[in-house]
């Protein structure tokens, strides 16, 4: 038996003998159950992740050298509606990505300890932050605050969450080691308009304590950014966030709160990428400066990412840039969260993962075992499909089995659907029957559209296809307030009118106020040659898997060079289900559903992302069907590739350089 097979696990030398307590900051460096830790911990989202991986990933993050993974908790997915809870059991269409409770015994199973970050109010580049868009149906909301109205909706949601943690706990048998309260909460400081909330943080710690949670307690924020503003000093231990300069950071964080251990939080190993900008790339040498550093000082740290994941569906977050409300300022996040981390977003090594090996084992002091690492995931490309059928935009519309009349354009959360919990994903769109168009006619919308809108008369686009990044300046999209088009120089009679709006994410991120984001047309009204058209129907598409895989009535492709939004539908059959990427660089701009489930987002012109990672959990053997939402112009096929394809945008329809990961 060789020296390192004869090392104790994890778990067996911090729990030999019995456990008598938990993780502890008593003093100005953690123990464990009284022995003395340093916590290499790294990020790794159960929900960007098949549940099928989430032992891989795991094994190989505890390969590495990692005692810790740390995780967030999405309260939007595991409470889609008020009062119905998802913990992987209860059929919603996340349901495969939420069994919550098995993903933290898998940890545990792998000699993983568990950190452990439940919101209400995530960030995570996650749509809305990981708040449900059914908030936004209390009028007057407050959201991130003691407001009642939203400390009720939050009490409901940790009722049912925190006794499922809690039975998971380090001292009653499981890997949970420690709790975040709330989320960089230091960030919404805003001098003269909002001052961080201390009694909504100790109104979450006492539900904390309500439910039996015993183990430590956190927050993180920047230490030298945001002092004390996002936490309560003394008695919540504080932790730091950031990319760089972390002696900077940790004296001021020894500074803030005296003789407690020091820990990087999120130490950022890579960055997430928004549609139209460059793929972000950590360089390796500065990652690795930086965590050798931050190991030397010595501190503890949870890598944010070490895995990244995906951003399945509709499910990115997004920013706005120069802290507006208006949505001029709209950032949408891609769907590949790939962070450039250590493990790539289809579970690769990367460079920096031999880094992080390396650093642990220069640092730890530990007699624990390293396991040997996994072995890769296989991919592969398979051959390419040919589009077979299709269904036009008026066909969609009349599958979907719920249409609703309203004087002005209502946003889609407000809409009488889903158990009163309004429509929180996808499209709606907003039509107008039997109108007539004189010729150069000019279509007014009011305010900023939330997110892109496309124009249709009697079926026929006549709004511009998104072919370059400069488009978003222009009318279809949210960058412009007041938007005007252009309806075409011949009259048209007893016309029918469609304005397809697309949710591209919420605001993950920013001061409060730009958390009051409805989508669809809701800011202004929808003008005809300045004067306001009223009496609208309203038409949600979700997209949701019971929906799409019952569509019938597909026909053969019709006007395939005619722009506008419209389904495509191609089959694959596979015997033995592998994992690969569709490569959707022919493509323009929609959404890929893959069995039902959707995938994600392409927006092929836009960049940087031209690739949809296809897990083979989503794969079945034998048929599966491939279903593309395409906005504009569609194709005969479509193809895939065995690896992540990255661009950088130009002005020009596609660049003359393909750049792979």
């Not at 060789?2 to 008598?20: C, D, H, R």
């Not at 003269?192 to 956190?218: A, C, S, T, W």
């Not at 499910?315 to 409300?325: F, H, P, Q, S, V």
Request: include cysteine; hydrophobic fraction near 35%; glycine fraction near 8%.
């Amino acid at each position: 038996m060789s020296a390192v097979a004869q090392l104790p696990t994890l778990y067996e030398y911090y729990t030999g003998g019995g456990i008598i307590g938990g993780l502890s900051d008593d003093q100005s460096y953690f123990t464990l159950n009284n022995k003395n830790v340093t916590l290499y911990s790294g990020a790794m989202h159960y929900f960007r992740v098949p549940k099928e991986y989430w032992r891989d990933r795991l094994r190989k993050m505890r390969a590495a050298g990692l005692n810790t993974v740390e995780t967030y908790i999405p309260w939007n997915l595991h409470e889609p509606q008020p009062n119905y809870f998802d913990f992987g059991q209860n059929g919603s269409d996340m349901e495969q990505f939420l069994d919550l409770t098995t993903f933290l015994k898998t940890a545990q199973e792998e000699d993983l300890l568990a950190i452990v970050r439940p919101g209400p109010y995530i960030c995570s580049e996650w749509e809305f932050g990981g708040l449900p868009s059914w908030l936004l149906r209390d009028k007057g909301i407050k959201i991130r605050t003691s407001q009642p109205t939203f400390m009720r909706h939050v009490t409901r949601y940790f009722n049912v969450l925190l006794p499922i943690l809690a039975a998971l706990q380090f001292i009653r048998g499981g890997p949970i080691i420690a709790f975040q309260i709330e989320n960089e909460y230091g960030s919404t400081e805003q001098k003269g308009k909002f001052v961080p909330d201390k009694v909504y943080l100790e109104e979450l710690r006492e539900l904390y304590l309500k439910h039996g949670i015993e183990e430590l307690l956190f927050t993180s924020d920047s230490p030298t950014g945001h002092g004390t503003a996002g936490t309560l000093p003394g008695i919540l231990l504080q932790t730091a966030n950031f990319a760089t300069d972390p002696e900077k950071e940790f004296n001021r964080l020894k500074q803030l709160q005296l003789d407690k251990p020091t820990m990087a939080m999120e130490f950022w190993t890579g960055w997430f990428d928004h549609w139209s900008e460059v793929h972000h790339v950590r360089n390796d040498s500065e990652f690795y400066d930086v965590l050798d550093r931050i190991l030397r000082y010595p501190a503890s740290v949870n890598m944010y990412m070490f895995h990244g994941g995906t951003n399945w569906g509709f499910l990115n977050g997004a920013n706005i840039a120069g802290g507006g409300t208006d949505n001029r300022g709209y950032q949408p996040d891609t769907t590949s969260y790939d962070y450039n981390a250590p493990l790539s977003e289809a579970g690769d090594y990367t460079e920096k993962y031999v880094m992080v090996k390396e650093l642990i084992k220069k640092y730890s002091k530990s007699p624990i075992r390293t396991p040997q690492v996994p072995s890769v995931t296989l991919r592969t490309k398979y051959p390419s499909v040919t589009i077979t059928q299709q269904l036009k935009l008026r066909e969609i519309l009349d599958r979907i089995p719920y249409k609703f009349i309203s004087e002005r354009p209502a946003p889609m959360e407000l809409l009488p659907m889903n158990n009163g919990s309004g429509q929180s994903y996808g499209y709606v769109v907003y039509r107008k029957v039997g109108l007539d168009i004189p010729r150069d006619s000019i279509l007014k919308i009011g305010g900023h559209v939330c997110d892109t809108v496309m124009v249709l008369i009697n079926g026929m686009l006549i709004s511009k296809p998104l072919t370059q990044k400069e488009d978003l300046d222009g009318f279809g999209y949210w960058r412009i307030k007041d938007g005007t088009l252009h309806l075409g120089s011949e009259d048209v009679s007893n016309a029918t009118l469609e304005l397809v709006v697309e949710n591209w994410g919420r605001n993950n991120f920013g001061y409060l106020e730009q958390f009051f984001q409805y989508k669809g047309i809701w800011q202004g009204g929808i003008y005809l040659n300045n004067e306001e058209l009223l009496d609208w129907q309203i038409v949600p598409i979700e997209f949701k898997r019971a929906w799409t895989n019952n569509l019938s009535g597909w026909h053969k492709l019709d006007d395939l060079w005619l722009p506008g939004p419209a389904l495509y539908k191609a089959t694959i059959t596979i015997d033995n289900p592998q994992d690969t990427y569709i490569d959707m660089s022919a493509w323009m701009k929609g959404i890929v559903i893959v069995n039902g489930f959707v995938l994600g987002r392409h927006a092929s012109t836009l960049g940087p992302q031209q690739t949809l990672y296809l897990p083979a959990p989503l794969l079945k053997k034998g048929t599966n069907e491939i279903v593309v939402f395409e906005h504009f112009v569609g194709k005969n096929n479509i193809d895939f590739s065995e690896d992540p394809i990255f661009y950088t945008p130009s002005s020009r329809n596609h660049p003359s350089v393909i750049k792979k990961n």
